[in-house]
């Protein structure tokens, strides 16, 4: 019986490691239909760009670090040229436009981003932050894309954004999702 206590003992710090800032969680996102998602990533020794996201709530820094960069790069995503699923986030005037207080097209029962509540806010769950069962309401599993694609955590086909990074998008919704 020591055995396992020893092992407890020695993961419960690893454990709490990876429950970082607003209490996010690194698990996988392999099985969207189930609900699960990968909250963050967590690197060791983290990134150069995910620390410089420390105590970022700007969109403008957002923007310039976070969404031109991991969604609004390549012509097949959300860029100004072929916007996915109408989403062009560009730009910061855009983005904000586009994102805050919008109906989601993939769920039009959702906001993409509901000032001041990460939970109620689509683009939480889109980009990992929540789990969809989270969701305010829950979700099953995240939404299909409008070509009826499973689509899963943003950026598509991409490794999930580090948890400093997703901690900025959500630190900035919950500060109200200012156009700043």
Do not use: F
Request: proline share 7%; charged share 15%; aromatic share 4%.
């Amino acid at each position: 019986m020591r055995g396992p206590v020893a092992l407890w003992l020695i993961a419960l710090p690893a454990i709490a490691a990876c429950r970082i800032d607003l209490d996010h969680h690194e698990y996988s996102d392999a099985d969207v239909t189930l609900g699960s998602a990968r909250v963050c990533v967590v690197s060791n020794p983290p990134a150069a760009s995910c620390t410089a996201a420390v105590g970022h709530m700007e969109l403008s820094w957002i923007q310039t670090n976070i969404l031109t960069p991991k969604c609004a790069l390549s012509d097949s995503c959300h860029t100004n040229v072929h916007p996915q699923d109408d989403l062009d986030l560009s730009t910061a005037a855009k983005s904000y436009t586009l994102l805050v207080n919008a109906t989601s097209q993939l769920d039009t029962s959702r906001k993409l981003v509901v000032p001041g509540d990460v939970n109620a806010s689509l683009l939480s769950a889109m980009i990992g932050v929540i789990k969809p069962s989270e969701a305010t309401p829950p979700m099953d599993a995240l939404p299909k894309g409008l070509n009826g694609a499973v689509v899963g955590t943003m950026p598509y086909n991409a490794q999930t954004m580090c948890c400093e990074k997703a901690d900025a998008i959500s630190a900035w919704i919950t500060a109200g999702a200012l156009n700043n």
